[in-house]
């Protein structure tokens, strides 16, 4: 499955709810379904900045030259918009990841509906991600 067909499957499970509150509720057992991040990569190396919550993400790039990411967050939210990050771009290639546009943001109504401070995480988050990619392909 391509990154935007990943995506369009995402905007389709959104579009079954009316209200954003049962958008959080569906992001928080999004957030239940991520695996847990190894407890060595719970420190401040792995820390985004520019999140209000604390968020960690990890990156490895395995022998099949994709991109594997764990993450784990102490806010249930944030913990499950970096787990719909990940089902995104999780196992692509650093130029997927780098030339992704993740239209399926602003599709699912995240702009208008994060308060400031989660969406400035958001692309805090987007960003920690996209540079992993970017030193992954330096490495190439």
Partial sequence: MTINEM???????FSVFDEWLDKYEYLIELSRE??????????EQYLIKGCQSRVWVDAELKDDGRIYFTADSD??????????????MNGRTPDEIIDADLYFIDRIG???????TRANGLLAMIKQMKLYA???????
């Fill in 75 to 88: 806010a249930i939210i944030t913990k499950g918009i970096i787990a719909l990050l990940i089902r995104v």
């Fill in 134 to 140: 970017l030193a992954y392909k330096s490495k190439m």
């Fill in 34 to 43: 991520l695996p847990a991040i190894d407890e060595k990569h719970r420190v």
């Fill in 7 to 13: 995506q369009d499957e995402i905007v389709e499970e």
């Fill in 110 to 116: 995240f702009c208008e509906n994060l308060s400031p």
